[in-house]
């Protein structure tokens, strides 16, 4: 039965044992990336994606560092991975098992209980499920194929839409509180100029699969283009007809010819100059984003993201306890208690635990200002622990 399991951190999981996009974790006893890129086996200190190769290499890395913290003489032998995203938790799985040498079993979790409950296992022991209550199925399997599940072996839970915001349940919750990040960067930095059915239509449009190639799939870009478009740099039915016919390729090339129109030392015409005072908000921002991205960093739009942080953290532990656990899913950033339940039990048998986020810090942890307000970063942010309890079968294992 879906309950409410008292109120919780991720950090009674995992501790400091949380490493962010920019693979710098919090647990100042491992060195991050900027600092042990060439430890790790990497050509450059440049973030690498999730789906690259060196992400793996980078992974390996932390997994077998943060063993060493506490028992330096035992290796790693195996790999538990749970996560919600089939493609990308999934194939980061199939990467860190073989860039590590590990056997490995992966668990990605996805709501849906208008189907009977599955548990499919693909290739790879890569298993599909359907309810967040079939972790100790699948554990109870990887324990009869032969897993150890003891101090050498690492487990890697993805943080969003898995440890906390279980994706099918509760993961609308983070995506609003994006969606209402941009709209707070949005006011704030169009004043007047601020029209929120643009910014609303834009992301709705922009936002689909589609346009993928374009946007890249990365929320920042995506933030940015709504923005622009928010501002009335361009009509979103003229950008989406650019988009469609070719003509506009990359967010690369959008915010290059966005450059153009929003440097006022080529608006010389008295019409450009018009255009540009309107924009005068979009300009601001577009002088933080733009040097950003030419350097390549993933997540150029910090402002957008300080926003998210706020957003996102005003969702955690907002309802009194005695709320109804459907509004707690619906309105509440909720830790997974099967998940939660699942990592304890394998910590309890010596387990090595950790967890991954694709949010940058600026996402995740507060501003100077905001921590000398109290607020912590998210892993350390109180919430309710709902889900339905694996503790009985765990028990049985
Ligand atoms: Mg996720």
Same mark, same amino acid.
């Given at each position: 039965?879906?309950?409410?399991?008292g109120? *919780?951190? +991720?950090?009674?999981?995992?501790g400091?044992l949380v490493?962010?996009?920019?693979?710098q974790?919090?647990?100042?006893r491992?060195?991050?990336l900027?600092?042990?890129?060439?430890?790790?086996?990497l050509d450059?200190?440049a973030?690498p994606r999730?789906?690259e190769?060196?992400?793996?290499?980078?992974s #390996?890395?932390f997994?077998?560092?943060?063993?060493?913290?506490? +028992?330096?003489?035992t290796p790693?032998?195996?790999l538990?991975?749970i996560?919600? *995203?089939?493609?990308?938790?999934? &194939?980061?799985?199939?990467?860190? @098992?073989? @860039?590590g040498g590990?056997p490995?079993?992966?668990?990605i979790g996805a709501?849906?209980?208008?189907?009977?409950?599955s548990l #499919?296992a693909?290739?790879?022991?890569?298993s599909l @499920? &359907?309810?967040?209550a079939?972790l100790?199925?699948w554990l109870?399997?990887?324990?009869?194929?032969?897993?150890?599940?003891d101090?050498q *072996?690492a487990?890697?839970v993805?943080?969003d839409k898995?440890?906390i915001a279980a994706r099918g349940r509760n993961?609308h %919750?983070?995506?609003? $509180?994006?969606v209402?990040?941009?709209h707070?960067?949005?006011a704030g930095?169009?004043g007047?100029?601020f029209d929120?059915a643009r910014?609303? @239509?834009a992301?709705n449009e922009?936002?689909? /699969?589609?346009?993928?190639p374009? !946007?890249a799939?990365?929320q920042?870009y995506?933030?940015?283009?709504?923005l622009a478009v928010?501002?009335?740099?361009?009509?979103?039915p003229?950008?989406?007809?650019?988009?469609?016919?070719?003509?506009?390729?990359?967010?690369?090339?959008f915010?290059?010819?966005a450059d153009? %129109?929003l440097?006022?030392r080529r608006s !010389?015409?008295?019409?450009?100059?018009?255009v540009?005072h309107?924009l005068?908000?979009l300009? $601001?921002?577009?002088?933080?984003?733009?040097?950003?991205?030419?350097?390549?960093?993933? !997540?150029?739009?910090?402002?957008?993201?300080?926003?998210e942080?706020?957003?996102?953290?005003?969702?955690?532990?907002?309802?009194?306890?005695d709320?109804p656990v459907?509004?707690m +899913?619906a309105?509440?950033v909720? %830790?997974?208690?099967e998940?939660?339940e699942?990592?304890?039990w394998l910590?309890?048998?010596g387990?090595l635990?950790?967890?991954?986020s694709?949010?940058?810090?600026e996402?995740t942890l /507060?501003s100077?200002a905001l921590?000398?307000?109290?607020y912590?970063p998210l892993?350390r942010t109180?919430s309710?622990?709902v889900? #339905?309890?694996?503790a009985?079968?765990l028990?049985?294992?």
């Amino acid at each position: 039965m879906m309950q409410y399991h008292g109120t *919780t951190s +991720l950090h009674e999981i995992f501790g400091d044992l949380v490493i962010l996009r920019n693979l710098q974790p919090f647990d100042r006893r491992l060195p991050g990336l900027a600092d042990a890129w060439q430890a790790m086996g990497l050509d450059s200190p440049a973030i690498p994606r999730k789906h690259e190769p060196e992400y793996a290499k980078a992974s #390996v890395w932390f997994v077998t560092q943060a063993r060493a913290l506490d +028992l330096p003489a035992t290796p790693v032998r195996e790999l538990l991975f749970i996560g919600d *995203t089939a493609m990308a938790d999934g &194939n980061a799985f199939r990467n860190l @098992a073989r @860039a590590g040498g590990w056997p490995g079993w992966c668990f990605i979790g996805a709501e849906k209980l208008s189907a009977p409950a599955s548990l #499919v296992a693909e290739a790879d022991n890569v298993s599909l @499920a &359907n309810r967040w209550a079939l972790l100790a199925d699948w554990l109870a399997a990887a324990k009869g194929a032969g897993a150890r599940l003891d101090e050498q *072996t690492a487990v890697v839970v993805d943080m969003d839409k898995t440890a906390i915001a279980a994706r099918g349940r509760n993961a609308h %919750v983070i995506d609003n $509180a994006r969606v209402e990040g941009l709209h707070r960067t949005a006011a704030g930095l169009l004043g007047d100029a601020f029209d929120l059915a643009r910014v609303q @239509a834009a992301h709705n449009e922009l936002k689909e /699969p589609v346009y993928h190639p374009f !946007t890249a799939d990365n929320q920042d870009y995506l933030a940015y283009i709504c923005l622009a478009v928010s501002a009335g740099l361009i009509d979103l039915p003229v950008l989406v007809e650019q988009v469609k016919t070719g003509q506009m390729r990359s967010f690369e090339q959008f915010i290059a010819w966005a450059d153009g %129109v929003l440097d006022p030392r080529r608006s !010389t015409s008295p019409e450009q100059s018009n255009v540009s005072h309107d924009l005068a908000g979009l300009q $601001a921002i577009h002088r933080e984003v733009y040097p950003l991205t030419l350097a390549g960093d993933p !997540t150029p739009f910090k402002a957008f993201r300080r926003q998210e942080y706020r957003c996102t953290v005003e969702r955690f532990g907002c309802l009194p306890e005695d709320a109804p656990v459907e509004q707690m +899913l619906a309105e509440q950033v909720c %830790v997974t208690q099967e998940v939660r339940e699942t990592a304890l039990w394998l910590k309890r048998r010596g387990c090595l635990l950790l967890t991954m986020s694709d949010k940058p810090d600026e996402a995740t942890l /507060p501003s100077s200002a905001l921590a000398a307000q109290g607020y912590l970063p998210l892993h350390r942010t109180a919430s309710a622990a709902v889900g #339905v309890s694996v503790a009985g079968q765990l028990a049985d294992l």
